[in-house]
C-alpha cells in the first residue's frame, strides 16, 4: 500500500521522537511491503522563528495533501513571553480547528514490566486496557458567549457548554464503532442529574445504542467515573465524554499506567487525514539530549497504522515489539527506576526495531 504521511516534529524532544517514529514506520514499510512517502512541515516555536507563525500556510497544505499526520510536541521557554498570537500552542489548537479533529482518542494500557512506575497498587492496575474517546472542538471550551459580564450590577462572568445533537452523535458513534472491534462496552460519561446538555447527551447514547445490540451500554456519573478511574479501572473497555469532562479524566487516567513517555493518542478528523501525537510536550529540560522516550510516538504511528491506514497486523507487531523490548528490560531513563544501564533515544529505537525484524 502507498501513503503519504506528513510528519511535524516542532520543538524540543518532539524532533527527536518523531525521527524515532518514522524509523519505525520504515522499517514497517520494508518488513510488510508498503510505501510510505514522508513530507515534512514547520509547526509551534520554530515555526514561529522561521515564518513569524505558529501554523504557516503552508504547514496546513502539506497536511491536507496527505493521508495522515504525525505530530511530535511544540512550545519551550523562548517562546513562553510571546503575546498569545505567537504562542506555539496556537499551533496546536490551529491545526485541530483546520483539520476538524473532532475526536481524542487515548488508550491507557498496562505493561506488565512497568508495574512499579504507576502510584497504584499491581492488583489494581494489572490488565488495565481501555481507551477514553474525548469530544475535541465543542462544549464550554467553544459555547458563545464567554465572556465577563456585570449581573444585577455585580461583576459577573459566563461560559457556554453548547452543543449540536450531530455533534454528540458522530462522537458516541465513534465509540460504539470501537467498542464493537474491543471488548463491546461503552461507558459513557456524564452530569445528567445536573446538565441539561447531559441528558440529551444521554438520550443520544441510548439511540444509538439501538443499532449495536451486541455492545453494553453503561451510564456513569463524571464524579463517580473520576473515582472509578482509579478504584477499579479494569471495568472499562471504551469510555465517551464530551470535551471537558474528557480532558480531565484523560489526564487523570495517564497516570495509571506509568510515565508520559509512553502514551499515545489519535486525533480523528470529520474528513481528511487524522492526526497522530505522543501526549507529552517538548520536555525542555531533556531536549536535544537523545534521552527522550520515543516510545509515546511510536505508539502513536501504531495508531495510525490500524486507524488511517486499517494496517491492522502492522500495529499490533509494532506494539508487541514494544512490549517485547520493555519485557527484555530495557528503559529509557523516564522508566528506568533503579535500571542499571538506561538507553539512550536512538538505542531504544533500534531495540523496537530489531524486535519487529525478529518476529516471525
Ligand atoms: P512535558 O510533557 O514536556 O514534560 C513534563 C515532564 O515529563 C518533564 O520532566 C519531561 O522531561 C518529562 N517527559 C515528557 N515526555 C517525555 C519523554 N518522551 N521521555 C522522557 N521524559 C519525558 O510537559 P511540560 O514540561 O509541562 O511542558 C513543556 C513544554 O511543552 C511547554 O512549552 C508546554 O506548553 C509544551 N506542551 C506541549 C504539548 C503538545 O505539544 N501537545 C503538550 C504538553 C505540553
Ligand atoms: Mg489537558
Redesign the pocket.
Known sequence: MRRKITVLP?????KE?TRGAVEILETVAERYGHEFEFQYGEI?GQAIDNTGSPLPEQTIETCKNSDAVL???????K??NQPSHLR??RG?LKIRKELNLYANLRPISYYSSLSESSPLRKEIIEEVDFVIVRELTGGLYFGKPSERTTHDGKEAVVDTLFYQKDEMQRIIELAFELASKRRKKVTSVDKANVLESSRLWRETAEEIAERYPEVELEHMLVDNAAMQLIRNPRQFDVVVTENMFGDILSDEASVLTG???MLPSASISTQGPNLY??????????AGKN???????ILSAASMLRLSFGMEVEAEAIEKAVGETLDSGSR???IAEGQVRTLTTTEMVAEIKGAILDQE
Open positions: 516542532g520543538d524540543g524532544i518532539g521522537v509551534g505530530l511530535g510536541a511544540v512550545g519551550g521557554p517562546w513562553d506555539p500552542e496546536l510515565s508520559l513517555g501525537e505522543p501526549i507529552h510536550g517538548s520536555a525542555p529540560d531533556i534521552i527522550a522516550n520515543p516510545i509515546a510516538a529509557t531513563g523516564d
